[in-house]
């Protein structure tokens, strides 16, 4: 049997990889090896989501850790080469953009091991943010690049790269419709003490938001002015977020918003299935609202799931206080969601089969 190993390191990554490990041990597809790089290493960033989601411990953990982009990138490779020359997989599997995805498929390449990239193909200004420069990076040197869109598929393709390009749709419906049931909705609300629709959930962690004390400054200001205009404003703050709210001593312009330490997937999604709508610069958050079926405004000047901006479900947004009123102002919420843009939930299947045709398996 074939050896892969999947290589994660950071929230977004357990979530996929909680599916698609699953599947591909239920289908007995390929000896699937976990390694952990250590990027998130908290109870709430990164243990919740293994019991949560039930992702067996790593074979592998880095240990990394926080640190400058390329201290995390440089410790990242160095740790994982020792651990690709002693187990010899077939293929490295790696997801999305975070530094975890860069390193992984930096090293992999380098020693001739193809990678596999599941979530390739999305691109979004500015062209110097840190997630878009490893994604670029990473799709260049994939071998099987598995796609959630036709989008995404033409995103790369206009870059030249064609060979071993997949259009399988997105592995998070996959979770989302399963874990679905799961969704402790009615003890949320209860603890919260917020009722149906009566509420809105926010996440903000992209660097270029909360780097910058204007900005994030702007955006608190804004949610203020929505806290106090009867709907309550649920904001489950990431440690990056936090840490820059003490920094720039922001930490009480925002009063009437409620702060939450960052919650496992079930909690979240709970809350976002039975929220009014929804206010991110997370990419998971903009794609799991339309699961849900609510509306988000995208607090980013450009967004990777252009299909969801393109058909008017999601709303671009600047972090400015009044743009965001206005937004929220110009939210209907009695119309229905563009049906099945990411595929119709069977995307592990899809990646299990893109990655068997690709590499022999
Ligand atoms: C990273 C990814 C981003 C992804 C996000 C999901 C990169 C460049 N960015 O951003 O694409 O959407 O994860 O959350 O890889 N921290 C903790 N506890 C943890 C992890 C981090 O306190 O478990 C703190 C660290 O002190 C660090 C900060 O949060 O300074 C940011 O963490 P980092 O891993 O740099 O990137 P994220 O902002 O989480």
Not at 47 to 52: A, G, N
Request: with cysteine; hydrophobic share 45%; aromatic share 6%.
């Amino acid at each position: 049997m074939k050896k892969i190993i999947s290589f994660i390191g950071a929230r977004p990554q357990f979530i996929k990889e909680a599916l698609l490990g699953r599947r591909v041990r239920e289908r007995k597809a390929w000896e699937h090896v976990l390694v952990h790089s250590g990027q998130h290493y908290d109870l709430r960033m990164s243990d919740i989501f293994f019991q949560e989601l039930g992702i067996p411990q790593p074979a592998y953990h880095l240990g990394v850790g926080s640190g400058s982009h390329a201290a995390m990138t440089a410790q990242t490779m160095l740790a994982l080469e020792s651990v690709l020359v002693q187990e010899k997989p077939d293929a490295l599997l790696v997801y999305g953009d975070t530094n975890t995805t860069l390193a992984g498929a930096l090293v992999a390449c380098k020693m001739d091991i193809p990678v596999i990239h599941v979530e390739a193909g999305i691109r979004m200004l500015p062209e110097n943010m840190p997630e878009e420069i490893n994604r670029r990076i990473v799709d260049r040197v994939s071998s099987v690049l598995c796609c959630c869109s036709e989008v995404a598929r033409q995103n790369i393709t206009r870059e030249g790269i064609s060979r071993g390009v997949f259009v399988t749709g997105d592995i998070m419906y996959d979770i989302f419709l399963q874990m679905r049931p799961l969704f402790p909705a009615d003890g949320m609300l209860k603890n919260l003490a917020v009722r149906r629709s009566g509420y809105v959930v926010v996440t903000m962690h992209r660097n270029y938001n909360v780097d910058c004390k204007e900005r994030l400054e702007a955006v608190l200001a804004g949610l203020e002015a929505i806290a106090q205009s009867g709907l309550e404003v649920l904001f489950p703050v990431h440690p990056r977020t936090r840490k820059r709210m003490q920094e720039f001593a922001l930490e009480h312009v925002a009063p009437h918003v409620r702060c939450l330490d960052p919650l496992g997937y079930l909690e979240l999604m709970a809350l976002v299935e039975n929220a009014s709508f929804v206010i991110t610069d997370s990419g998971g958050l903009q794609k799991e609202s339309y699961y849900a079926g609510k509306r988000a405004i995208v607090i980013m000047p450009d967004s990777g799931w252009r299909e969801l901006v393109d058909t008017g479900w999601n709303t671009l947004c600047a972090p400015d206080a009044q743009e965001l009123q206005k937004a929220v102002a110009g939210l209907d919420l009695t119309v229905r969601p563009p049906a099945d843009v990411y595929g119709s939930g069977n995307a592990a299947d899809a990646i299990i089969e893109a990655v068997a045709a690709t590499l022999s398996i």
